[in-house]
């Protein structure tokens, strides 16, 4: 019997099945309300969470491969390049939280490197997380694996689940520059609920796309192919699904471009012509070039994303970049309070 030891002391074999610990799952008619409702606003708006259904997911794949779309390609570059000085100011034996780990490729990088004890994917998608955890957990079989299903963009309390291994510090892991799809208010809020997870050893691995010239980002977001395009107008096709809507994707036209004011690449989709959309049992008129926000994109510097660390309580920052200065790689620890 082992069964008063912590989890991650177990024997590997009596930790077989992915467990996965559901949080709070948001209930589907909350979603629906809140697609509704950012369709019938003015301006209307779509949160960036509904492009990711199937199809939706697949194009992002598509996109992430565009010579364009450099961020994806440029993390992966910097991750490979520095992963040993990276690493160092990681601490040993520690838990890995994974946030929005999708297909937790980013994260089995470094499980090795960090010499990581316990894996927690944490995601939305349970269906995702099952999977992440059973390749996971058979790469790595001395890796005590974990799944949480939640919406981590509402603060999140994992305290009782890093408290299993109270002397495992937490390494928190936010690739990708999904920080960018916050407002700056919202990602302070995010930083400090990770934050309030972090003393002594624990610390914060993020990716975060930066300020550079505007053709370069503008590419990235109106590709030549038109794949982000379709990404974006896809969006249409998960409201008529979801809301039983009647978009016309064709009807709506691509836009993307860098609000330099706000440091922030937008996309919206455009009504070609004025015409009406039945949006369950509503009706709403787009007026011809009438605009449907659907992602913000923020891009800091490296000095105003070090800012917003510290006003977020973190201290002691490291920072990793590509030649050109394309993308940033952050590590930072709690702050004294
Ligand atoms: C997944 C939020 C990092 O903002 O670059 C890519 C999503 N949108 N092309 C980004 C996205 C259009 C992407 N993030």
Redo the contacts with the bound molecule.
């Keep these: 019997m082992n069964s008063n030891k912590p989890e991650c002391e177990r024997d590997a074999e009596t930790i077989r099945a992915p467990r996965l610990i559901i949080d709070a799952v948001d209930d589907h008619g909350a979603q629906l309300a809140e697609l509704r409702d950012g369709l019938l606003s003015r301006p209307a708006r779509i949160a960036?969470k509904f492009f990711y259904d199937e199809q939706g997911c697949a194009l992002?794949g598509a996109?992430c491969a565009l010579s364009e779309?450099y961020?994806t390609r440029t993390e992966i570059q910097i991750y490979e390049r520095c992963r040993r000085p990276i690493a160092a100011q990681l601490p040993p034996d520690g838990q890995w939280i994974d946030l929005g780990c999708g297909d937790g490729a980013k994260a089995r990088d470094w499980l090795g490197p960090a010499r990581v004890r316990r894996y927690i994917g944490v995601d939305f998608a349970a269906d995702w997380l099952k999977t992440t955890l059973a390749v996971t957990e058979q790469q790595f079989p001395g890796v005590d694996c974990l799944g949480v299903v939640t919406d981590f963009t509402r603060p999140f309390h994992l305290h009782p689940v890093l408290n299993d291994c109270p002397d495992a510090p937490p390494i928190f892991f936010y690739p990708?520059?999904?920080i960018?799809?916050f407002t700056p208010e919202d990602a302070l809020s995010l930083l400090r609920s990770i934050r309030s997870h972090l003393d002594g050893d624990g610390r914060l691995l993020i990716g975060v796309?930066l300020v550079k010239d505007t053709a370069t980002v503008e590419a990235a977001?109106d590709d030549a192919l038109g794949v982000?395009a379709a990404?974006n107008r896809n969006v249409l096709r998960v409201a008529n699904r979801l809301l039983d809507a009647d978009f016309e994707p064709h009807r709506f036209d691509h836009r993307a471009f860098f609000n330099a004011t706000e440091s922030r690449i937008e996309?919206h989709l455009a009504a070609s012509q004025g015409h009406d959309v039945r949006i369950g049992e509503h009706r709403r008129r787009f007026e011809a070039g009438e605009t449907i926000v659907t992602?913000y994109?923020y891009k800091y510097t490296p000095e105003r994303f070090c800012a917003l660390l510290a006003e977020a309580g973190y201290g002691n920052m490291h920072y990793w970049t590509d030649e050109r200065g394309w993308f940033g790689v952050f590590v930072a620890e709690a702050g004294g309070d």
């Design positions: 960036p992002y996109i779309y961020p990708g520059s999904s960018g799809n796309d977001y982000t990404f996309m992602e994109s």
